[in-house]
């Protein structure tokens, strides 16, 4: 049950991060959080493939064509959001280096903890600074544009339900390969839904406070306005 709802939770994040990309002209995930996980679902659906292909495998097929859809809308949109000097030929390199970087780093997870501890290990830490980064999107942006309280939502119970699965319902049986790592785990998405509640949090008093700057005589234009735009 809570992989079933961690699996729709995730969906609904790449899908509305596709939605509201689309719509803002922008990039809904930061894109440090989005090159790990594109790595993170191609390397284990590849792998999924090659020991035999499962449910898991399928959906993480499955996010890897999201998240395709979502690196486009970044090489798309990214560019305008950056300073002058970066060219396009800059941009490029740039874009190149982070994408390899998210492969490299979930290959050593690979080679170093095998295919079981380095596909939650990685997970839960890109996952960590997912959280963080949304946080500084959203102060870079100043405001919601390219953001929303679905995908903020979403992330946080797509996390917190595996946090509960791995980190004290499967670490709680004495003969459970993960039982060692369960505190680990269950530390790091704990960390999460810190960040992830605090996301949330300032989300909700962005939009409370562009409704009251609208409200009030002279409002309505400006940045508050825009980021009022911005939310669904």
């Known amino acids: 049950m809570l992989t079933l709802v961690s699996g729709l939770a995730w969906t609904l994040v790449y899908v509305e991060a596709v939605r509201v990309g689309f719509r803002d002209r922008t990039y809904a995930m930061p894109v440090a959080a989005l090159a790990l996980n594109l790595a993170w679902e191609a390397v284990y659906a590849a792998n999924d493939v090659r020991t035999g292909l499962s449910p898991q ?22 560019r305008a959001e950056l300073p002058a000097f970066v060219t396009r030929p800059v941009f490029a390199a740039w ?82 390969r993960s039982g060692s790592g369960s505190g680990f785990v269950l530390g790091l998405g704990a960390l999460c839904s810190v960040f992830d509640l605090v996301y949330i949090g300032l989300l909700v008093w962005g939009r409370g406070r562009t409704e009251v700057e609208a409200a009030s005589p002279g409002g309505g234009g400006g940045a508050g306005a825009r980021g009022s735009e911005a939310l669904p």
Request: with cysteine; hydrophobic share 55%; proline share 2%.
């Open 95 to 176: 874009s190149a280096l982070v994408f390899a970087t998210g492969f490299a780093v979930q290959l050593l997870f690979l080679a170093h903890f095998g295919a079981h501890d380095a596909s939650r290990y990685a997970a839960f830490l890109q996952n960590l600074l997912m959280s963080g980064l949304f946080l500084g999107l959203y102060a870079a942006r100043r405001g919601p544009r390219g953001q929303s309280l679905v995908i903020a939502v979403a992330k946080w119970l797509g996390t917190l339900a595996p946090t509960v699965l791995f980190g004290v319902m499967e670490g709680s049986g004495s003969g459970s």
């Open 57 to 78: 495998g399928v959906v993480n097929l499955v996010w890897c064509a999201a998240d395709l859809v979502i690196v486009y809308t970044y090489l798309r949109y990214g």
